[in-house]
């Protein structure tokens, strides 16, 4: 399985291509290759002076869409509707959404968009392929962390069954992280805002980086 990062070169793509990339094919994407680029020579350098293996390719957002299996979305989720318009032949791919919409004053607060979540809006815009929710409640900085083993629940949900399996199976394929079987799609939203309450725990407690495990 290829995975391919749209917006592969922010927090969390970084993060993610990382951690994927040593057991997986991971493409990471951006709107301008030559940021696609510079990220990957900087993972790259990284992982070789750890002394861990790698396979990543960079490309634009389109080249991602091209050479992936498993597409992950990981741009700011009020960017969905021209990124979608920007990109072709998404029909029939596996998507994975980690976006979680939200907004501060003096707290965070989660701001879904009509459709209900993001994952269900991005499900709304394309129809005919077949989008998960996963990875929202991870901080990007635990992503990146490689001397940490990444030791979190991850709530997996989406209408279906077969594409939710394939993403349980690469979450459990990335260091500690346990997949957990959420429900359909439409559970999205209440995954998604669990990261602004998580960030504000995390502010009013003088915690850092808080994240989910379930026992
Ligand atoms: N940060 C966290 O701890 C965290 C945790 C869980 C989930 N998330 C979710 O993960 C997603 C990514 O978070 P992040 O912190 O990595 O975000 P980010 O660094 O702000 O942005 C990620 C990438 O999105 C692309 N991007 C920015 N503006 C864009 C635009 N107008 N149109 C298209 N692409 C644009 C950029 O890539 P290029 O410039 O290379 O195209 C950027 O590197 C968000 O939806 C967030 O809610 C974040």
Redesign the pocket.
């Known amino acids: 399985m290829i995975v391919g990062i749209?917006?592969?070169?922010?927090?969390?793509?970084?993060?993610m291509a990382l951690r994927l990339s040593q057991n997986h094919e991971v493409i990471i994407?951006?709107?301008?290759e030559e940021?696609?680029c510079a990220?990957c020579e900087t993972c790259k350098e990284l992982l070789l002076e750890l002394g861990l293996p790698f396979n990543l390719t960079p490309t634009t957002?389109q080249g991602v869409v091209d050479l992936s299996d498993i597409v992950v979305?990981?741009?700011?989720?009020?960017?969905l509707n021209?990124?979608i318009n920007?990109l072709k032949n998404l029909e029939g791919k596996i998507i994975i959404?980690?976006?979680?919409?939200?907004e501060r004053d003096t707290y965070f607060r989660y701001t879904p968009p009509e459709e209900g979540s993001?994952a269900q809006q991005l499900q709304k815009l394309l129809p005919d392929s077949k989008v998960i929710a996963a990875?929202?409640?991870?901080?990007?900085?635990?992503?990146s962390q490689l001397s940490e083993p990444l030791d979190y629940s991850v709530c997996v949900c989406g209408d279906d069954d077969k594409s939710k399996k394939l993403v349980m199976e690469l979450v459990n394929s990335i260091s500690k992280l346990e997949a957990l079987d959420a429900g359909p799609l439409a559970i999205s939203a209440t995954i998604?805002a669990i990261?602004p309450l998580v960030?504000n725990i995390a502010r009013l407690n003088r915690m850092h980086?808080v994240g989910v495990y379930f026992r």
């Open positions: 749209i917006g592969g070169t922010g927090g969390i793509g970084k993060g994407g951006s709107r301008k940021k696609a990220s957002n979305f990981s741009i700011p989720a009020e960017t021209s990124t920007s959404s980690l976006m979680n919409p939200m993001a990875f929202n409640n991870i901080p990007a900085k635990k992503w998604e990261t960030i980086d």
